[in-house]
């Protein structure tokens, strides 16, 4: 009993060592688009991973998952002949979800780094994000600065979490799996800043009373679109159809549609 | 191998990721080690009171409160529980999460404890009750001195995969932004964006925790099988 047990353990966390060094020498089948794909009955799907707690750019009106990157990756869809699907989760497992195949691509405004970009390729930017801290209203914090030692709530994985990571090493981070939950806290003052982007914020504060954005941005970052690593086809595809979008001004008027110009 | 070694180094070397995970197993274990010592105290209770009266009759009124406790924590999944201690139970104050999870994981695991004591201590049968009670021992020493003895050694495999899923549930904590385990690699694959080995990572360390305490509770029931001859 006792040696049939070792043996399975054995197995078991054998076939675990396998599947990870398996898994980096696989690249994932590239999404079959193929050109005519109007001919066919059925459209292909992009599908699409998001996480719609990121109002304006993902939100759910009703049941649909509506936004900046939805409209965009509606057009986006258009462009390439298919049809977008979305699929929400936990904003840590878009990656995951893209890397896997689950996903073809993954927007939910993401921002490129050198460390994301050893695991996923990302199309050029669509838009500019920018971080902001929101506080109570009469909170001593009056600028990024004061964050220091401060007690922020921010939404796991994000750049705000992870700039904030980076930036204030003695500072106790909270990292919430949704926005709202980072806010919710902060209001019940189990925080005392919220690091979060710019346009949530907004929509955060619009919506819960006594809570202000710094008007100092914390940073500013560009948005892109995440891929598969080596999914060159259809990231070239994206890419051409984005820089469409962008010339024919349908991204700004998206953009514009969501977000008031100031 | 080069690439492998890139990921191993982005995922576990670099900013000192790899206390992520170290911190966020000591918090599970934290976690789960009080969280079982609450659920334990409370099944106990919950187990004797509702027995006594399923045999007695007596304590009605603290058996009809144990059957709203079960009803809640057993109707309801422990997310949800978990969340409506941190946001509405404590909604207004700064508050430990590892002290707000223990009592939530606490709370659930007792009222499955509880049934499962109760399974036990009613598989006891009836002669060793009037065997003790014919002793000249009271209801409480029999309880204590001669079922619940007995009652112990029948329920330990399920007391003993109770345990194994809490270590296991605690995996949710994450929703209320304690960084256990699960939470650690959640944070280090947000930042690398390679799912594989954070999770992977996670997965075994659950893996190797479980089969240590499978593997203590086998040896457990060895010993007390003992005593049978």
């Given at each position: 009993m006792k040696i049939y047990s070792r043996i399975m353990a054995a197995v078991v966390i054998g076939t675990m060592v396998f599947a990870t060094g398996c898994s980096s020498t696989k690249p994932t089948e590239p999404a079959k688009t193929e050109e005519k794909a109007a001919d066919a009955t059925a459209k292909e799907e992009l599908v699409m991973a998001t996480n719609a707690a990121f109002p304006p750019y993902e939100f759910y009106e009703g049941t649909d998952v509506v936004g900046i990157d939805a409209e965009i990756a509606a057009a986006i869809a258009e462009k390439l002949g298919m049809e977008l699907k979305i699929e929400d989760m936990e904003f840590g497992s878009i990656i995951t979800a893209v890397q896997g195949g689950k996903a073809d691509m993954g927007m939910a405004g993401m921002t490129v780094n050198e460390e994301r970009l050893v695991n996923v390729d990302f199309s050029n930017s669509y838009a500019t994000g920018y971080q902001v801290v929101i506080v109570k209203n009469g909170s001593e914090i009056k600028t990024p600065d004061d964050l220091a030692n401060?007690?922020?709530?921010?939404?796991?994985?994000?750049?705000?979490?992870?700039?904030?990571?980076?930036?204030?090493?003695?500072?106790?981070?909270?990292?919430?799996?949704?926005?709202?939950?980072?806010?919710?806290?902060?209001?019940?003052?189990?925080?005392?800043?919220?690091?979060?982007?710019?346009?949530?914020?907004?929509?955060?504060?619009?919506?819960?009373?006594?809570?202000?954005?710094?008007?100092?941005?914390?940073?500013?970052e560009e948005y892109a679109?995440?891929?598969?690593?080596?999914?060159?086809?259809?990231?070239?595809?994206?890419?051409?159809?984005?820089?469409?979008?962008?010339?024919?001004?349908?991204?700004?008027?998206?953009?514009?549609?969501?977000?008031?110009?100031e | 191998m080069d690439n492998f070694k890139l990921r191993f180094y982005n995922n576990f070397i670099a900013d000192e990721r790899w206390r992520y995970i170290v911190n966020g197993l000591s918090v599970t274990i934290r976690v789960t080690f009080f969280a079982a010592l609450i659920g334990i105290a409370i099944g106990f209770v919950v187990a004797i009171i509702r027995s006594t009266y399923?045999?007695?009759?007596?304590?009605?009124?603290?058996?009809?409160?144990?059957?709203?406790?079960?009803?809640?924590i057993r109707g309801t999944p422990v997310v949800v529980q978990l969340l409506i201690i941190y946001f509405i139970v404590f909604g207004t104050v700064k508050i430990d999460k590892a002290f707000v999870a223990i009592v939530a994981f606490g709370l659930n695991s007792g009222a499955y404890v509880a049934e499962i004591v109760r399974s036990g201590i009613m598989s006891i049968d009836d002669g060793q009750f009037e065997a003790g009670r014919s002793l000249g021992f009271n209801y409480v020493q029999t309880m204590v001195y001669i079922i619940t003895p007995q009652a112990f050694k029948n329920i330990l495999p399920a007391l003993a995969n109770e345990f194994i899923v809490l270590l296991k549930e605690t995996s949710v904590a994450g929703y209320i932004a304690l960084q256990d385990l699960t939470k650690g690699g959640d944070i280090i694959r947000g930042r690398t964006f390679d799912a594989f080995m954070p999770l992977l990572t996670v997965a075994i360390i659950y893996l190797v925790m479980v089969m240590g305490m499978t593997a203590g509770v086998t040896r457990l029931e060895r010993r007390l099988r003992n005593s049978d001859h």
């Amino acid at each position: 009993m006792k040696i049939y047990s070792r043996i399975m353990a054995a197995v078991v966390i054998g076939t675990m060592v396998f599947a990870t060094g398996c898994s980096s020498t696989k690249p994932t089948e590239p999404a079959k688009t193929e050109e005519k794909a109007a001919d066919a009955t059925a459209k292909e799907e992009l599908v699409m991973a998001t996480n719609a707690a990121f109002p304006p750019y993902e939100f759910y009106e009703g049941t649909d998952v509506v936004g900046i990157d939805a409209e965009i990756a509606a057009a986006i869809a258009e462009k390439l002949g298919m049809e977008l699907k979305i699929e929400d989760m936990e904003f840590g497992s878009i990656i995951t979800a893209v890397q896997g195949g689950k996903a073809d691509m993954g927007m939910a405004g993401m921002t490129v780094n050198e460390e994301r970009l050893v695991n996923v390729d990302f199309s050029n930017s669509y838009a500019t994000g920018y971080q902001v801290v929101i506080v109570k209203n009469g909170s001593e914090i009056k600028t990024p600065d004061d964050l220091a030692n401060k007690s922020i709530g921010v939404q796991e994985s994000t750049t705000g979490d992870i700039y904030i990571t980076d930036d204030y090493p003695n500072a106790d981070v909270q990292r919430y799996n949704k926005g709202t939950e980072a806010v919710q806290a902060l209001i019940q003052g189990k925080v005392d800043a919220v690091v979060i982007d710019r346009e949530p914020a907004k929509v955060f504060v619009e919506q819960n009373e006594g809570l202000e954005i710094l008007p100092t941005e914390y940073v500013v970052e560009e948005y892109a679109i995440a891929l598969a690593k080596g999914n060159t086809e259809l990231l070239e595809k994206i890419n051409k159809a984005l820089e469409e979008l962008k010339a024919d001004g349908t991204v700004q008027t998206i953009i514009d549609k969501y977000i008031s110009a100031e | 191998m080069d690439n492998f070694k890139l990921r191993f180094y982005n995922n576990f070397i670099a900013d000192e990721r790899w206390r992520y995970i170290v911190n966020g197993l000591s918090v599970t274990i934290r976690v789960t080690f009080f969280a079982a010592l609450i659920g334990i105290a409370i099944g106990f209770v919950v187990a004797i009171i509702r027995s006594t009266y399923d045999k007695t009759g007596h304590l009605k009124v603290p058996n009809f409160l144990c059957e709203i406790y079960l009803t809640l924590i057993r109707g309801t999944p422990v997310v949800v529980q978990l969340l409506i201690i941190y946001f509405i139970v404590f909604g207004t104050v700064k508050i430990d999460k590892a002290f707000v999870a223990i009592v939530a994981f606490g709370l659930n695991s007792g009222a499955y404890v509880a049934e499962i004591v109760r399974s036990g201590i009613m598989s006891i049968d009836d002669g060793q009750f009037e065997a003790g009670r014919s002793l000249g021992f009271n209801y409480v020493q029999t309880m204590v001195y001669i079922i619940t003895p007995q009652a112990f050694k029948n329920i330990l495999p399920a007391l003993a995969n109770e345990f194994i899923v809490l270590l296991k549930e605690t995996s949710v904590a994450g929703y209320i932004a304690l960084q256990d385990l699960t939470k650690g690699g959640d944070i280090i694959r947000g930042r690398t964006f390679d799912a594989f080995m954070p999770l992977l990572t996670v997965a075994i360390i659950y893996l190797v925790m479980v089969m240590g305490m499978t593997a203590g509770v086998t040896r457990l029931e060895r010993r007390l099988r003992n005593s049978d001859h």
